[in-house]
């Protein structure tokens, strides 16, 4: 039977979780370098589970500094299976109140200062991002948020910021003009690797703020973000637990959206032109398909 091996990734406030057994450490290397701290590995009921904090434990990286490639390549070489990515994010909705959930399912990047693919030259590899969130695991962690006791809204838009400066108000109007629902500095190119590591991508957004453009509130700051997330991290947590525990003992089927495989459709470099150094460079995140 094939296993589910969860990796989490814990955004701003997320710095462990709970009720793993066998609880333990592993550093670990990548040909991206190391990843932003020490995967922490366990297990709840019969999954694996492999938390990493995002931004490092004590949140000592800038949403710009965090290694997206090392985390990705650490987590495929862990032998991870999907990862639940958990983000604090600010709203540009009325309805979606801080303190709410809400499960995105798109990505706009306007990120710019960040390596954003594993490949280059001698391997060139063209990924499909129509539909970057995988749907099964959305739906899952959306239940599980749900069981845990907090409003969760399913689908949206996030709009990806390079930060670390939080938005002006003429671009948080222009983000919300463009039907974007939340906004962060962390989901991309994060769930871009991911489906170049052919791994399904989920991301949990946890409502810190309403960002700038709602007159009635002030604009966002760390103070408020950090208010917030103080009474949602529980939640988030708990949610990781009973996502878990929904999991254990049920066989995980290959991705019905064929991202396990996304790669015998992407690679275009011809055998003969590419470079044997950097074939076995990307031996940990594509191996499968070279
Ligand atoms: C602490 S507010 C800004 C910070 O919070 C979010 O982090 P993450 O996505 O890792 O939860 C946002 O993206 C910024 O990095
Ligand atoms: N308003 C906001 N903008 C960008 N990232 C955030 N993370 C939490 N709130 C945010």
């Not at 309805?95 to 710019?112: C, L, N, S």
Request: overall charge negative; aromatic content about 6%.
């Amino acid at each position: 039977m094939s296993k589910w091996t969860l990796g989490i990734i814990g955004g701003s406030g997320l710095y462990e979780i709970d009720g793993l057994e066998d609880r333990r450490e592993e550093k670990l290397e990548t040909p991206w370098g190391a990843p932003s701290d020490a995967l922490v590995r366990g297990r709840i009921g019969e999954v694996d589970l492999v938390f990493l904090p995002r931004h490092g434990k004590g949140h000592r990286l800038t949403p710009t500094e965090v290694p997206y490639r090392a985390n990705i390549a650490a987590l495929k070489a862990a032998g991870v299976t999907d990862i639940l990515s958990i983000s604090a994010c600010g709203s540009l909705k009325e309805e979606y109140v801080p303190g709410h959930f809400v499960a995105a399912d798109q990505f706009i990047d306007r990120t710019f200062a960040r390596d954003k693919t594993f490949f280059g030259t001698g391997m060139v590899a063209h990924v499909s991002m129509a539909h970057p969130v995988c749907p099964r695991l959305s739906e899952l962690a959306a239940e599980a948020v749900e069981a845990s006791g907090a409003t969760l809204h399913r689908g949206g838009t996030y709009l990806a910021m390079e930060g670390p400066q939080f938005s002006s108000l003429a671009e948080s109007k222009l983000y919300r003009q463009w039907g974007c629902d939340v906004i962060g500095m962390t989901a991309m190119p994060e769930a871009k690797l991911a489906r170049e590591a052919e791994l399904p991508y989920a991301i949990l957004c946890m409502v810190t703020d309403y960002d700038c453009w709602r007159e009635e509130t002030e604009a966002v700051s760390v103070t408020n973000v950090l208010e917030i997330m103080g009474q949602n991290s529980a939640i988030a947590r708990k949610a990781v637990v009973k996502l878990a525990e929904r999991l254990s003992g049920t066989e995980r089927t290959p991705d019905p959206n064929g991202t396990d495989t996304c790669l015998d459709y992407a690679l275009i470099t011809s055998s003969e032109a590419r470079d044997p150094d950097f074939v076995e460079k990307l031996q940990v995140i594509a191996g499968r398909a070279l």
